[in-house]
């Protein structure tokens, strides 16, 4: 990298960590201020509050990056404008495609810190920072009905023949992904019930079966009666424990503690495999999966939407119009972004599709912006 090349990226990288950290101060102290309300509840205490706060840093990183990348970058190009510093770069060798090139080098690092964020830090710290407030308050988490959680699952053998159907009914999830009041409820794949189970709680031991206790087990088996009519019979027996194995695993009970945007990638792809499998709609984490792909993207694309506020002369107020300028390109793509989402759900949209517009859009802004003031110079 060339000495202005190294200048420019130490300029551009300390002006976003400075919008970051302003941006995170303030949803942090607003998050905080969300809280106060459900301090006393049940055990819950200024600590927990502040772990929870705290804990939910790494997610706001990594949902305000694009945002901070764009405000931070027209900040410090800006600067160079307003003190000729970009004008004497131009003038030392520094074209339009050479600017680019050390924007979107800088930009290829700040969008792997995005992906590290999102994909290390913010789900484990999300999951911790709900077992802790749930954990204090005596709560649970995917009282979905007034009857719990239901989950449909599928066992199948190994090449992949459908065995059994199964509904899994769980009137209390704890923040532990253990399971209280279970009933499963198990089909042929016809759909004739073979098997019904009942357990007190159920806790997950790897790599596929979950413990159940105090569990009332119920099998019905055809039978032929006098008149050679088929009828059921019901087989009842008592356990105090019983390994029920399933592909249903605590990373899948996980989502029911995570919005889609907060989960990794790793776990959404498992979570739409096992809807897909099990034929469930999975359209709103199929966008959530792709829209995972094309965010460090779009880190990359805001970087390159501000480098056209370089080309700007400045006048009296510049600085302060350019980074007004910028604040509300960022809430326009954030928008966009909630915008098409939506309409990806509604209308059933290719999920790359809904996820990749505002990203694209926001990509010919910027090339259109800087052919703009190329001709204009």
Do not use: C
């Amino acid at each position: 990298m060339t000495l202005i090349g190294r200048y420019l990226a130490r300029e551009i990288v300390g002006a976003i960590v400075f919008v970051l950290a302003a941006f995170l101060a303030l949803f942090t102290f607003f998050d905080f201020v969300n809280e106060l309300d459900d301090i006393g509840r049940g055990g819950y205490r200024v600590q927990h509050a502040l772990a929870f706060v705290t804990l939910n840093v790494p997610g706001h990183v990594y949902e305000l990056m694009p945002i901070a990348a764009l405000i931070g970058t027209i900040f410090a190009l800006a600067q160079f404008a307003s003190h000729s510093e970009y004008t004497a770069m131009r003038a030392a060798g520094l074209s339009r495609r050479r600017a680019l090139v050390s924007i979107t080098s800088v930009g290829a690092l700040i969008a792997l810190a995005t992906v590290l964020f999102g994909e290390l830090l913010t789900p484990p710290a999300e999951r911790l920072a709900q077992q802790i407030r749930l954990g204090a308050m005596g709560g649970t988490i995917g009282a979905q009905f007034r009857s719990g959680v239901w989950i449909k699952d599928t066992l199948k053998d190994a090449q992949g023949t459908v065995k059994r159907l199964r509904f899994v009914n769980a009137a209390e999830v704890m923040p532990d992904t253990s399971m209280r009041a279970v009933r499963v409820y198990e089909f042929d794949p016809e759909f004739r019930l073979v098997e019904i189970l009942n357990a007190d709680s159920a806790s997950f031991r790897p790599p596929s079966a979950w413990r159940m206790r105090s569990v009332q087990r119920t099998v019905f088996e055809p039978m032929r009666v006098a008149d050679s009519t088929v009828a059921l019979a019901a087989h009842r027996t008592q356990l105090a424990e019983h390994d029920w194995s399933s592909e249903l695993t605590p990373e899948i009970l996980g989502v029911l503690t995570l919005v889609p945007e907060r989960m990794s990638a790793w776990s959404l792809f498992r979570y739409v495999q096992h809807l897909r499998e099990n034929q469930q709609r999975a359209d709103r984490y199929e966008i959530a999966l792709w829209k995972k792909v094309f965010y460090p993207v779009a880190v990359i694309v805001m970087m390159a939407l501000a480098l056209p506020f370089a080309y700007l002369q400045s006048r009296a107020g510049g600085i302060g119009y350019k980074v007004f300028a910028g604040i509300m390109l960022g809430v326009a793509f954030h928008f966009l972004n909630g915008l098409f989402s939506h309409l990806g759900l509604l209308n059933t949209w290719p999920a790359w599709l809904a996820a990749g517009v505002p990203s694209a859009i926001a990509l010919v802004m910027a090339m259109g912006m800087l052919a703009w003031v190329d001709r204009a110079r």
